[in-house]
């Protein structure tokens, strides 16, 4: 059922559906291939939405002392091309920072750092971008039998408005992800708020807090509130019989190469399988080095002085954690023994990740013409286009939401260049037969 609402601007040829990492990647791949872009209320080529009120990413878990797990290199352009304006050397010198950078010799830069990256190239495309619009459905365009362009639906604090679009590129980021039958409230949070919780409550009053994960996330989301929780018993537990540490060694990491698409996409679906378990180690559930290492030091230290704040529940799940007027009251089970223990907590931090959005949830009369892969999900071509039926002229790209079909970086930050360059020349090669080809590249 058609939504009704009125059109803002007119059609453009490439929407973009979410501005993070991903779609300001593609930004740039597209500017640089000549695609101009489009004021609000403007006819142009180029335009996004975006469901936050400003460009951000991961802000909740911008912990000072947090650096990043991949190489600077890895940014929004270097590895597409290293010449480009957008590279994080690039960043450096206009921020007057590239010596100073060089002398550190370090290859991972602040997780902060890294954001301000992040906002210093979004900033270059903010007349593009249409924040505060939140994505609420698509619809076909028909032209006769065929559709050849597409509506994008979003509701905005003015009300519901449309964009008009030949090409679609979704890219809606993940959602923090819960254990089924958690509701999260004043004292149950998902990591992805922790920063901006924190500042709205007084940490001296916390007693007891509880962090709920075995990842990078859940380890240093440990490690922050015992620092900035002067009194607090904090407890970690994961159902591991102790963290895991990343691996990041060289060969292990090239699952992470451009090269790495390929081999995934080609495979069989039981390889597909495999590469993922052989490979979880590098991304999934792990934790540097480093920060494992500071927090067993912390935590022996502290029976050495007998003055414990640090707890490890290992080999632990948490079967019960709700709201009360005491406290957040959780019930911890401990597998190897089958004893459970019950706290009640000032403060319950799940660090248990996040989930792709499923860009099925937005298609909706569009999904009856998209080809369906064995699990059900969107059918995508090597070019992260939706496979649809011949009657869809307008393209439609995920970025994101592709691990089973493209593998282990389609989450991460590690491949975001050379996939941006790799859907811009689709979308050139689409506009070319749409009759709106791309101008000279830009300088």
């Not at 929407?15 to 000549?34: D, H, M, R």
């Not at 990591?191 to 509880?210: T, Y």
């Not at 799940?317 to 597998?335: F, Y």
Request: aromatic fraction near 8%.
């Amino acid at each position: 059922m058609s939504i009704n609402a009125g059109y803002d601007d007119a059609p453009v040829d490439v929407l973009g559906i979410g501005f993070g990492p991903s779609n300001l990647a593609l930004a740039i791949a597209l500017q640089e291939q000549g695609l101009s872009g489009s004021a609000a209320g403007e006819s142009g080529r180029l335009r996004f939405v975006e469901r936050q009120s400003r460009f951000g990413w991961h802000q909740g878990m911008l912990l000072d002392g947090a650096r990043m797990q991949i190489s600077f290199l890895k940014d929004l352009a270097t590895m597409r091309s290293p010449s480009s304006p957008y590279t994080f050397l690039r960043y450096l010198q206009d921020r007057g920072r590239l010596v100073d950078f060089i002398n550190g010799r370090n290859f991972f830069p602040s997780r902060i750092e890294f954001h301000d990256y992040l906002e210093w190239a979004a900033a270059r495309f903010s007349g593009i971008v249409e924040y505060g619009s939140e994505v609420i459905g698509i619809e076909p365009v028909y032209t006769g039998d065929l559709v050849q362009e597409v509506d994008v639906v979003v509701q905005r604090a003015d009300g519901v408005r449309r964009h008009r679009a030949r090409n679609v590129v979704f890219a809606a980021g993940l959602q923090p992800w819960t254990p089924k039958g958690i509701t999260l409230s004043d004292q149950i949070w998902h990591s992805s708020e922790l920063l901006h919780r924190l500042r709205e409550i007084d940490v001296a009053k916390i007693g007891m807090a509880l962090v709920v994960g075995a990842g990078q996330s859940a380890a240093e989301v440990t490690s922050h509130l015992h620092q900035v929780c002067p009194s607090a018993q904090i407890h970690s537990v994961f159902a591991r019989f102790g963290y895991s540490v990343a691996d990041d060694s060289p060969f292990a990491n090239r699952i992470f190469d451009p090269e790495a698409v390929d081999v995934h996409f080609r495979a069989a679906p039981e390889i597909r399988q495999m590469l993922r378990r052989y490979h979880d180690g590098t991304n999934y559930s792990v934790v540097d080095l480093d920060l494992i290492t500071g927090l067993f030091e912390r935590s022996y230290q502290e029976k050495v002085v007998h003055d414990q704040r640090l707890y490890f529940h290992n080999l632990s799940r948490i079967t019960r954690c709700v709201q009360t007027p005491a406290g957040a009251e959780v019930t911890v089970h401990d597998l190897a023994r089958g004893l459970t223990e019950s706290m009640i907590c000032d403060l319950v931090v799940f660090a248990t990740g996040y989930r792709p959005v499923d860009p099925r949830c937005f298609l909706g009369p569009l999904l009856e013409h998209c080809r369906l892969d064995t699990d059900g999900g969107v059918a995508l071509g090597r070019d992260y286009r939706v496979l649809t039926t011949p009657q869809i002229r307008s393209r439609i790209f995920v970025q994101g939401a592709t691990e089973d079909s493209h593998g282990l970086s389609s989450v991460l930050l590690s491949n975001t260049a050379v996939r941006a360059g790799e859907i811009a020349e689709s979308l050139a090669e689409a506009l070319r037969e749409q009759g709106r080809p791309l101008t000279a590249a830009a300088g």
